[in-house]
C-alpha cells in the first residue's frame, strides 16, 4: 500500500472517530442531564458554535496548505467594530457589510502577502498581524463598545428561520461551499497539493504563492463574515470580541483530522471539530463545571488531537 492510502485510510478513520467521540459525547450528557437533548438546548449549541465553525472553516484552508493563522480572533474583533461604527454612523447595512467583508479580506491579503511572496514564516506574520488589528480594535473604539444596531440588521446574526437560528443557516451554507470549493474545484485540490508537497506542486506548473496568498484571503473575508455574525447576535461591536478565538478555531480543525503539516483534511472534519467543542462546553455548563475547568477539557483534546495526527503522520510514512 503506497504512501497516499496510507494517508486517506488513517484521514478517514479520523474523522470516523470524530463522529463516534460526538455521537458518544451526545449520549454521555444526555443520560447525565435531561435538559441536553432539549431542541432548545440543541440550537444554542448551534448558534454558539457557528461563528467559530465559520472562522475554522477558513483556518482549514490555511492549514490545509501546512499554514496559520493566528490573526483571526483579532481580524473578526476590528472587522467587528468597524462594521458597528459604520451602522452607528451611516446606519447603513449595505455598507457596513461591504466594509467588513473588504477589511477582512485585506487583511488576509496582507498576510499572504507576507507568507507567499516574501517567504516570512506564517506564525510570525499571523502573530504580528494578531497585535496589530487588536490594537486597531482599541484605537478606533478608544476601549467603548459600540452598540444597539437596527433590527434588520440584527436578524443577520439574532434572527430565527422557523425553529433554526439563522446563523447556523449561515454557517451551514458556507460549509456547504467551502466543501464544494475544496473537493470539487482545480483550487482545492492545488490546496491539498501543496500542503502534502509544495516542491512538487510547485514544478508540476502550480503558482503556489497565489495559492497560498488566496488562502489568507479566504481565512480574512471568512473573519469578516462571522465579524457581522457575532455584533448581530450580541448587538454590540466590542474592542476584545474574538479574543481566543483563533486557539479554539485551529482547535476545531485538528480536532476534526486536519493535519496541522497540511495536505490531509476537510471541512466536514472541521464542523464536528467544532460541534465536539460546543457538546463539550455546553455539557459542562449543564453539569454546573466550573467556567475555568472548561479550558482544561479544551486543551487535553487538543492534545490528544495532535497526538492522533502525529502516530497517523508516521503510520504514513
Request: include cysteine; proline fraction near 3%.
Amino acid at each position: 500500500m503506497n504512501a497516499g492510502s496510507v494517508a486517506g485510510k488513517e484521514s478517514g478513520i479520523r474523522r470516523f472517530s470524530a463522529v463516534f467521540g460526538l455521537a458518544a459525547l451526545c449520549i454521555t450528557l444526555s443520560l447525565a442531564s435531561d435538559a441536553f437533548l432539549t431542541s432548545k438546548n440543541l440550537f444554542n449549541i448551534l448558534s454558539q458554535v457557528s461563528v467559530i465553525a465559520v472562522v475554522a472553516v477558513g483556518a482549514t484552508f490555511v492549514i490545509l496548505t501546512g499554514g496559520i493563522d493566528l490573526s483571526v480572533g483579532s481580524v473578526l474583533g476590528l472587522c467587528g467594530v468597524l462594521a458597528a461604527g459604520i451602522l452607528k454612523g451611516s446606519e447603513s447595512i449595505p455598507l457596513a457589510v461591504a466594509s467588513c467583508l473588504v477589511i477582512g479580506a485585506g487583511i488576509g491579503l496582507v498576510n499572504g502577502y507576507f507568507v507567499a511572496y516574501q517567504k516570512m514564516p506564517p506564525f510570525v506574520v499571523t502573530l504580528g498581524m494578531m497585535s496589530i488589528a487588536r490594537g486597531f480594535c482599541f484605537i478606533y473604539t478608544k476601549g467603548k463598545p459600540i452598540s444597539n444596531f437596527p433590527p434588520e440588521f440584527r436578524f443577520f446574526g439574532n434572527g430565527y428561520i422557523g425553529p433554526a437560528p439563522v446563523v447556523a443557516l449561515e454557517a451551514l451554507i458556507l460549509f456547504i461551499v467551502a466543501w464544494y470549493v475544496l473537493r470539487k474545484l482545480p483550487f482545492g485540490r492545488y490546496v491539498h497539493s501543496i500542503g502534502s508537497n509544495e516542491t512538487a506542486t510547485r514544478l508540476s506548473g502550480i503558482n503556489t504563492a497565489v495559492i497560498k496568498m488566496m488562502v489568507y484571503v479566504i481565512s480574512g473575508l471568512l473573519c469578516g463574515f462571522a465579524a457581522l455574525m457575532f455584533i448581530g447576535r450580541i448587538n454590540s461591536g466590542h474592542p476584545s470580541s474574538g479574543t481566543g478565538y483563533e486557539l479554539n478555531a485551529i482547535a476545531a480543525v485538528v480536532i476534526g483530522g486536519t493535519s496541522l503539516a497540511g495536505g490531509r483534511g476537510s471541512v466536514v472534519g472541521t464542523a464536528i471539530g467544532a460541534l465536539i467543542m460546543g457538546v463539550i462546553s455546553n455539557g459542562l455548563n449543564l453539569l454546573d463545571v466550573d467556567a475555568f475547568w472548561q479550558g482544561v477539557v479544551l486543551g487535553a483534546v487538543i492534545i490528544l488531537a495532535v497526538m492522533l495526527d502525529l502516530k497517523s503522520r508516521r503510520g504514513a510514512e
